[in-house]
Nanobody, 122 residues
Framework: QVQLVESGGGLVQAGGSLRLACGVS???????MGWFRQAPGKEREFVAA????????YYADSVKGRFTISRDNGKNTVYLQMNNLKPDDTAVYYC????????????????WGQGTQVTVSS
């Protein structure tokens, strides 16, 4: 079992930055961690993912070069650093976990946090 708790969302102006955190309890060995987002009226979409062991990362094209996913093994926390934010980045951001490899489809993740709202004003 894996439990996830997100924090760090908020309101920011376009061009600004936010850092989201996902506290992880339970199994982390062999776990892939992902960040997804869902805007009103849209499907949940993949943002970024990282392997807990080894640190391999993968990003959606829409955030590549602006967002960075990382993990702190000592704190059992995964971060999403978001820079140069745009109004289109406005969404509820979710942390997710699955065993084995990185995946980009939401249905492949078994564990989810409650979500944190990110709002980017123009």
């Amino acid at each position: 079992q894996v439990q996830l708790v997100e924090s760090g969302g908020g309101l920011v102006q376009a061009g600004g930055s936010l850092r989201l955190a996902c506290g992880v309890s339970g199994r982390t060995i062999g776990t892939a961690m992902g960040w997804f987002r869902q805007a009103p009226g849209k499907e949940r979409e993949f943002v970024a993912a990282i392997m807990w062991n080894g640190g391999n990362t993968y990003y959606a094209d829409s955030v590549k070069g602006r967002f960075t996913i990382s993990r702190d093994n000592g704190k059992n926390t995964v971060y999403l650093q978001m820079n140069n934010l745009k109004p289109d980045d406005t969404a509820v951001y979710y942390c997710a976990a699955r065993t084995w490899s990185i995946a980009t489809r939401a249905e492949e993740y078994a564990y989810w946090g409650q979500g944190t709202q990110v709002t980017v004003s123009s």
